[in-house]
């Protein structure tokens, strides 16, 4: 499978399943939203004390499974994982990058500062997938 049809094909079907690889090396998979920027960088929104977050530290390597809404056609993009340091003020590049993803995914939020300072509080990071493999069916639903 071409990469490049498999990041077009992450664009339009946003919702995906993320691996990432524990201490003992079996996979942890966790329902994500993620949106891919025009640079072909998947971005996805985690806190810093889950288990994706450590994982993701410790190994700098992911997959992400995506699927069509009917569920026959998929891929899955292989990845290395960049990580944006935690959420720390209001005002920060993270912050600042964390705006980026939501209007990207979700569109306009009712109360920017009250976001933000969500953000911060939840410990937010952004994910950001470097794919380098992919493999799937594409399939038209």
Do not use: C
């Not at 993320?18 to 929104?45: A, E, K």
């Not at 450590?54 to 056609?73: C, I, M, T």
């Not at 500062?113 to 997938?129: G, K, N, Q, T, Y």
């Amino acid at each position: 499978m071409e990469l490049n049809d498999a990041i077009d094909f992450a664009r339009v079907n946003t919702h995906s399943v993320l691996t990432t690889i524990r201490r003992n090396g079996r996979p942890q998979l966790s329902n994500v939203l993620h949106n891919v920027d025009v640079n072909g960088i998947v971005r996805i929104s985690i806190t810093a004390d889950r288990a994706k977050y450590k994982n993701l530290v410790r190994e700098p390597w992911a997959a992400l499974h995506v699927s069509q809404p009917d569920f026959y056609g998929y891929v899955v993009l292989e990845a290395r994982a960049e990580l944006s340091p935690v959420a720390g003020a209001p005002d920060d590049a993270t912050v600042d990058e964390l705006v980026e993803y939501y209007r990207a995914a979700v569109g306009e939020h009712d109360d920017w500062d009250a976001f933000r300072a969500a953000m911060v509080s939840d410990r937010r990071v952004i994910v950001r997938l470097h794919p380098d493999r992919a493999y799937g069916m594409l399939r038209l639903s």
